[in-house]
């Protein structure tokens, strides 16, 4: 068993800038001339230089200012005269990814190997040093090897959903032997709720499954080949001849039993092998070669296929050739991007397990899934969205609960792994987590300190945990906790100085029990909400106590009409002529704050705008951009007008900003009326409230009070004198008062006007 050679050649840019340096040109010299040779795939020197004639024809495939380069520099010439004798020549040697030969004798026999150099000078790492090409001429099986994350999800989700089952008393799920026709699983696909399900993930895979509705696993084998550029082409026909609102077709009667799973479109590269053999009679090798030479294109061996399969369909069934020919049209049009059957239906098999996973233990898959991909903040971050979505419940890092990774408590409920908090590595969590187990929780920061190694804990992980919110439990504040951390360490650090001291007592026997350490530990203030959420986010990449836009949300939805987890929906409902052109926009006014910014030259920025619910990126362009700069700054609170569109990168949505307005500047210029409902049977209640309000007057925006008394209600306007100024933060500190049941703030919209 051996992996395969690949062997990597020089061309045109690469030895271009090798044979500039091994010639002592300058680095910016030869850099220029590389850069001259166009973009297009497969292109070579002669092309570049117009020597070809599709370089003649086509400007895409040379490049006249090389040409003229070429022509006019001495330079240039030298350099690119070496190159062209040099182009095409391998370069050096690498590893297929996947492929893995495997033959009945030591590979010695067949054909030479290609080892590594080690420091003995033994050689590792063996491969065959004849490519996959040549490998397969001599006569041996390759075999391609995928790696796939997905199935480390699985296997940790069925371990954790085995240990739920055990301490249950429940026989073990054996993954590998589920029913393929469970209803709740084909629901979620239907609904398209399948964010994290392989393959099945990104936004268009979501949007196609809500219109196929499929219901056996047959749909999802044709979905995952059909959903490629290609194929794709075919999706329409095939959704509406599976509901029945298209005539199921086939080219030959005798090609139904074939075909009738996909609904009569060929879609599979064995439907192409299965046709040759029904047809025309090709035995099951000669149907692969088929299928091989319609893959590769070849004019001249498909001129012989053609002829063979047309005599074979007259041999066989006595098919004319003005029939048969038409038949083998459409399988060379397909086989070109025809899937391979057997690959589509093994990718839906693990598709159908997450799906699976996700409806019936949906804490242990979710669990699973955020842990594989801790290192990568944002995907955590739109995973927990999900985990949401999905009602269930995530619990802070704890050190007293947490483990390294994401774990599941109950059906409905997360643990926040420690391992997904910024600046905290495995050995610490590790280390923490043994020091749990060998003699139960901690009491207090001390304790703490005490029990977990310190070689594995420095004072920047110690304040990471702090900012996560994992010693919440070990004292009554964060501040405290950061007040008390140096004291802490310090005392620890004594005690493990006089440890390896080793305090030997009179009869050289060392100590028993570690000196006693009693430290007063400092009390603090706790941080306002805002601080305490910023911090959350530099540790986790995202709010987990709440989220800065909480004191705002209502008010804004009540000027925008949704929040940005409603975007799908927004979407979904747009008018007709707005599901037109070529990139489809809606007109919407959305509000967020504004969480990250990237600049592109001097005239575009991409705005990252989060409200708590979900995200977006809005995009600033030209005149939009210049007008609206300086408010794009961090933190700032915005409510933008624009275009709605698809953003088929990320999968999700972005926005075109057309306008933009700061909340703050609305709530101070456009404030129509602030209604209160205030009850009076709570002591200083009124009193309370006043104080607030006296700070924010004079001002134009008319007050309206309902008041609630023992066994009465009653309503009160406040303008012109007592009227006050609206800040953005007013109507949530007046939500903070004794008696305030409900404070509306009505505001105008600035982009009717």
């Known amino acids: ?12 840019k690469a030895v271009v800038r090798d044979s500039g340096r091994v010639l002592g040109f300058p680095y ?62 391998t370069r050096n040697a690498g590893k297929h990814a996947g492929g893995v030969v495997i033959a009945p004798e030591p590979l ?91 393959q099945f993930e990104s936004r268009g895979m979501r949007e196609l499954l809500k219109r196929a509705l499929p219901d056996r696993f047959e749909d999802l084998i044709a979905l995952v080949s059909l959903y490629r550029p290609g194929p794709m082409d075919l999706i329409p026909d095939f959704i509406e001849r599976k509901h029945g609102r298209a005539e199921v077709k086939y080219p030959h009667a005798l090609l139904e039993p074939v075909l009738s799973p996909t609904y009569g479109v060929v879609v599979y590269q064995e439907q192409v092998m299965q046709t040759a053999q029904i047809l025309a009679g090709y035995s099951l090798g000669g149907a692969d070669l088929l299928r091989r030479a319609m893959g590769k294109k070849k004019v001249e061996e498909m001129a012989k296929e053609r002829a063979k399969f047309e005599a074979g369909a007259q041999a066989t069934h006595d098919i004319a050739s003005k029939i048969s020919g038409p038949i083998f049209d459409l399988l060379e049009k397909f086989a070109g991007y025809g899937f391979n059957k057997s690959h ?169 029990a570690a000196p006693a350490l009693d430290i007063h530990l400092p009390e603090t203030h706790d941080w306002p909400l805002a601080e305490k959420l910023r911090h959350e986010r530099e540790t986790l990449g995202f709010y987990l106590s709440g989220h800065p836009m909480d004191p705002y949300r209502d008010d804004l939805i009540g000027v925008t009409g949704f929040h940005l987890g409603q975007l799908e929906k927004i979407w979904s409902e747009r008018a007709e002529d707005e599901k037109r052109g070529w990139r489809p926009e809606k007109t919407v006014v959305l509000a967020g704050q504004v969480t990250g910014m990237r600049r592109k030259g001097e005239s575009q920025a991409f705005v990252q705008l989060e409200d708590g619910r ?90 309206r009070f309902e008041l609630l008394r023992e066994g009465a209600a009653g309503q009160l306007d406040l303008n012109g004198s007592r009227g006050i100024r609206i800040d953005q933060d007013l109507a949530a500190t007046l939500r903070a008062q004794p008696g305030v049941r409900t404070v509306k703030l009505a505001l105008g919209k600035p982009w009717t006007q």
């Open 1 to 12: 068993v051996s992996q395969i050679i690949t062997y990597g050649t020089m061309a045109a």
């Open 28 to 89: 910016g010299f030869v850099d220029g001339v590389a850069k001259l040779i166009p973009m297009t795939l497969g292109i070579g020197l002669e092309d570049a230089l117009g020597r070809t004639d599709k370089s003649k024809s086509d400007d895409a495939w040379r490049s006249d200012e090389l040409i003229a380069r070429y022509r006019d520099e001495d330079d240039v010439r030298d350099l690119l005269d070496l190159a062209l004798q040099l182009e095409d020549l």
């Open 108 to 198: 010695a026999e067949f054909c030479p190997l290609f080892a590594e150099h080690d420091v003995e000078g033994l050689g590792k790492n063996p491969v065959t040093q004849f490519d996959k090409d040549d490998v397969e001429a001599i006569g041996l099986v390759k075999f391609d090897f995928l790696g796939l994350r997905t199935l480390t999800i699985i296997d940790w989700a069925v371990k954790a959903i085995n240990e739920r089952r055990a301490a249950a008393g429940e026989t073990p799920l054996d993954i590998a032997a589920l029913p393929l026709d469970d209803t709740a699983t084909y629901e979620l696909f239907a609904r398209g709720d399948t964010v994290a399900v392989f």
């Open 344 to 512: 589509a239906a093994a990718y839906a098999l693990v598709s159908y397990q997450t799906a699976w996973l996700k409806t019936h233990y949906p804490a242990e898959f979710m669990a699973a899934v955020l842990s594989s991909d801790m290192d990568n903040t944002d995907k955590v971050v739109g995973f927990l969205d999900e985990a949401r979505a999905m009602d269930l419940t995530v619990l802070s890092p704890d050190v007293n609960a947490s483990d390294y990774m994401f774990e599941a408590v109950d059906p409905k409920t997360l643990r926040y792994g420690l391992g997904a908090v910024k600046g905290v590595g495995r050995g610490a969590c590790e280390a923490i987590v043994e020091a749990r187990e060998k003699e139960g929780v901690f009491t207090d920061l001390l304790d703490f300190c005490k029990r977990v190694e310190s070689n594995k804990l420095n004072r920047r992980t110690m304040e990471a945990l702090i900012h996560a919110g994992a010693l919440d439990a070990l004292g009554s504040n964060r501040p405290s906790l950061l007040l008390q951390l140096p004291e802490a360490l310090k005392a620890t650090e004594q005690l493990a100085r006089e440890r390896e001291a080793g305090q030997v007592s009179l009869f050289g026997a060392v100590e028993s």
């Open 614 to 703: 979900g995200r977006i990126e809005c995009a600033f362009f030209a005149e939009t951009f210049t007008e609206y700069a300086a408010l794009l700054t961090r933190d700032r609170i915005l409510i933008i007008e624009g275009g709605l569109r698809e953003d088929e990168f990320s999968g999700g949505f972005s926005l075109r900003a057309r306008r933009c307005w700061d909340y703050s500047q609305v709530c101070a210029t456009q404030a129509l009326r602030l209604a209160l409902r205030l009850d009076l049977r709570v002591p200083g209640a009124m009193e309370a409230v006043d104080a607030v309000l006296d700070k924010h007057r004079p001002g134009s925006t008319p007050i």
